[in-house]
């Protein structure tokens, strides 16, 4: 069985462009969440998707959204971007993102921006 | 500012010990709790992880033990080896929020040959 694949694996961009990054998750696996990695902040929740709709949001700026599709791929969209967003961007996902069911990430997308 | 990183807990052991790995958690409403490994260049990999109406469980060569009156966590691998030498996360639900799983600050195993 396949797990959670992110693409790209690297990017680079700079202050003020805007990003779009993948994250597919496991087969049957219906909820994705996406987290931003820091050496500062380390692992913070950014939102969490379900059958086409975000059930849940972390403390980031509107600048940060996202979107799932009805085959579960996720997508989520950095805009007007500044440094401080260099950053691991991970997705995870699980059955049905409820409490109690362990959700399993993909390698991430490294995020630069210059 | 300045911002300034985390200073992870560091911990080394040798090739065939035991280690222990602490983690505190926060939030009284949590009840359900996992531990990931991360190696360097990957994503956290999950380990094994307990529910609040468990005060132990085990897999293969790890144990995770949950003392919820001090709110505390361990992770407990037997006969470690080279391969375990990562970073350790503890992960807490939170209680009933969808999706979102919140992370301890992470322990730096290293093991030597």
């Known amino acids: 069985k396949a797990g959670v694949t992110q693409t790209p694996r690297y990017l680079i961009k700079t202050r003020g462009q805007q990003v779009t990054l993948s994250c597919s998750p496991i087969?049957?696996?219906?909820?994705v969440s996406w987290y931003q990695q820091t050496p500062g902040q380390g692992l913070q929740f950014l939102f969490e998707y379900f059958s086409e709709t975000q059930r849940n949001k972390g403390n980031f700026p509107g600048r940060f959204s996202g979107r799932q599709f009805s085959n579960s791929r996720s997508e989520m969209n950095v805009s007007t971007l500044e440094l401080g967003d260099s950053a691991l961007y991970l997705c995870?996902?699980?059955?049905?993102?409820?409490?109690?069911?362990?959700?399993?990430f993909g390698d991430g997308t490294r995020l630069s921006i210059l | 500012g300045e911002s300034v990183g985390l200073h992870l807990p560091t911990l080394s052991v040798q090739e065939g010990d035991n280690s222990i790995i602490n983690c505190a958690y926060s939030n009284s409403a949590s009840d359900y709790f996992i531990w990931y490994k991360q190696e360097s260049g990957k994503g956290p990999q999950f380990i094994i992880d307990?529910?609040?109406?468990?005060d132990k469980r085990q897999g293969q060569r790890v144990t995770v033990l949950l003392n919820k009156t001090v709110k505390h966590l361990s992770l407990q691998i037997a006969a470690t080896q080279p391969g375990d030498s990562a970073v350790y996360f503890c992960a807490e639900n939170g209680g009933t929020s969808y999706g979102k799983l919140t992370f301890g600050q992470g322990t730096i195993l290293t093991v030597h040959p």
């Open positions: 995870a996902s699980s059955l049905e993102g409820s409490g109690n069911q362990p959700q399993h």
């Open positions: 307990i529910r609040s109406n468990m």
């Open positions: 087969s049957g696996h219906r909820s």
